[in-house]
């Protein structure tokens, strides 16, 4: 036979120190789940007009938006000024004194010259890849020759166009304008870019907060969980006093308040983490410390059906970086081109047509030349072939067809893994939901389970061991259901993100122009200032305001 000690007085005081603590803790995490609830919609609100990573895309997008259009000055007519003057003293020879001298010979010695030259012109590109220059020259000549019959001088004016037109390499639309179109599309690919880190944004702030609700609910649940095993530790202390109940229950109890003390504790880290997370993708500073925020919606199941054929053809469509690798393979494609025509020599066509005046002061040697009495014109052609067969350029082509054979091939690599990750991300979705209903009706049988366990234990058929079991079991089902119900809005995420819909089905989705409309302000002055930037997250927030976009868990 066994016998017992009673240490009824120590166990008394272990007991009521063991409940003190626990409700300390239970007081802890009620202050832990107070916070300011917050929407999804004005989260994303938030987001949107506060979250610096989003508005590093935005400038990133302005930027290439800029070089596109520093790109269309190439066709900016240019106007071109310049002056000489020229001192020169040179000995003649003996022709040129004879020369100088007429018949009678005897021409001067030395050649004294003071020249000054004045020059305008406006020089522009044309598409073809035509130069034009249309200039003007005035010069005034003064030297030992004219100085009897000019004492000022003489002054000559000319007048001209001069065109260079291109006939093989650098010739043609295609070639001149190529650098128009590559920026244009580095612009459109840098939009794609700008979408595809949103949706990314988006997608991990929506991510975020349903990472918050989650902790919040699984703290609430550990912390009702902490309160079920808090009474049963009540009512079984009173049944030991009454006799009715073995001491062994209080220690059993007292197991469970431990064990599900530290369940609560580790829910309130999550949810501090969850919180830290959450106000760091509204650029928010967040301490412990601080009332935190608190997601108020809840997730929401949808019975929709989806179509992996149509959606595929909306992933090719929509999705960012399939769009921006489409973008990438045109350009590869004129590189290409521009390439090829590269390796042809150079042969220009040469034409130049003016008209000249000479008079004793600028203004008679304009008007002289405006009579057009001595018209000039040229025409020829340029040949330029290098000697090598063009090693450069045939290395450059070379290059430029890999480059869009690459493309090309990750382009349909790609859409392959579009595709099934389409399908994947479909299954996942439609699994998850399928789960989030499962997990509820275990929940309900647990639920149920612990109902009659409890009767049963006011009736004296089962210990307090019994009754736990089936509350722990209970607790495991609610938090296996919550985690389906966050992995289903994951899913649907990832879903919205394959397809490209995230943004469209938020109202998010901007145009390109757009974009070009609402960052416009940024750069109306030239510089990028605090004040400019100021009016243009204002300008964001009103155009989420007037979009309103109806934020839903369903897809």
Known sequence: MIYYVSRRPVFQVLCGLLTVLGCLNVEAATNDLAGVPIKLEDFLKQVWTRNESLQIRVL???????????????????FVAGAEAVDRRRPNTAEQRANLGGIFGGGPNIYNERNKTYSSAIETLAPTGAKFRLGYTLQTLENNINAAANPHGEW?????????????????????????????????????DYRKNIMEVISQAEAAYWDLYQAQEQAVLAQESLRVAQTLLTDNKKRVELGKAAEIDVLQAEAGVSERSAVLNEAR??????????????SDSWSPNAIGMLAADAPKLSDKKYDVNQMSMTAYELNPSYASLMKQAELEGLRVKVAKNQRMPNLDLKGGYGFSGLARNAGDAWNASQDQDFPSWSLGVELRVPMGGGIKSRHELKAAELRREATLRALNGLGITLANTLRSSVFSVESYRDSVTSYGEVVKVHENVFTTQKERLDAGKVNSRDLLEAEEDVFRARIASLESQIRYQRSLLELDLVTGRLLKDRNLDFTQRELQNSTAVLVSSGRITQEKYQEFLKTMQTEYERRRPVITTTP
Do not use: C, H
């Open 60 to 78: 990133e997008s302005v930027i290439a938006d800029e070089r596109y259009k520093a790109e269309r000055g190439i066709f900016e007519p240019e």
């Open 156 to 192: 000559v004016s000319t007048v001209g166009l001069a065109v260079t037109q291109p006939l093989l390499k650098n010739g043609g639309v295609t070639v001149t304008m190529a650098g128009i179109r590559a920026a244009a599309i580095s612009s459109e690919i840098s939009f794609q």
């Open 269 to 282: 880290q999550r949810l501090q983490t969850a919180r830290s997370r959450a106000a760091t993708m509204v």
